[in-house]
């Protein structure tokens, strides 16, 4: 067996490629904790800054992205900019994730691959 064959007689992984980007965009901490505020409403980059913690570059630019993927809004007013979810159905989808999570205890939490103790990492500020 040469190694092309070998390559071509590994199991396929069919994973939409899209689906694998949102949930890489929803993986990142400082982006899902941007997406979980402005769940509760609309913000300026200012609001979020004060509300995560996070400095004002990191929102900027994880708004950024978040904006090009089609998931935020913004809206000028004034000098300033005014953020929002640009879908509905991201409200869908992180309740789902908060029923399933209430579902499943800790164990996601725990998971040694991807919990809080995972390479020795912590979830900064994400409860």
């Known amino acids: 067996m040469t190694m092309n064959e070998a390559v071509d007689a590994a199991p396929r992984c069919d994973a939409p490629p899209a689906a694998v980007a949102l949930f890489r965009s929803l993986g990142e901490p400082a ?60 409200l869908d989808v992180l309740a ?12 996601v939490e725990l998971c ?3 919990g809080r103790t995972a390479a020795g990492t912590e979830n900064e500020g994400m409860a």
């Open 96 to 107: 789902a994730a908060e029923g399933l999570l209430a579902a499943t205890g800790e164990a």
């Open 112 to 114: 040694p691959n991807y």
């Open 31 to 90: 982006r899902l904790a941007i997406l979980m505020r402005l769940a509760q409403g609309e913000a300026r980059v200012t609001d979020l800054v004060t509300a995560l913690g996070l400095a004002q570059s990191t929102v900027s630019a994880h708004l950024s992205c978040l904006r090009d993927c089609n998931l935020v809004d913004s809206r000028a007013e004034g000098r300033s900019s005014w953020y929002s979810l640009a879908r509905p159905e991201l």
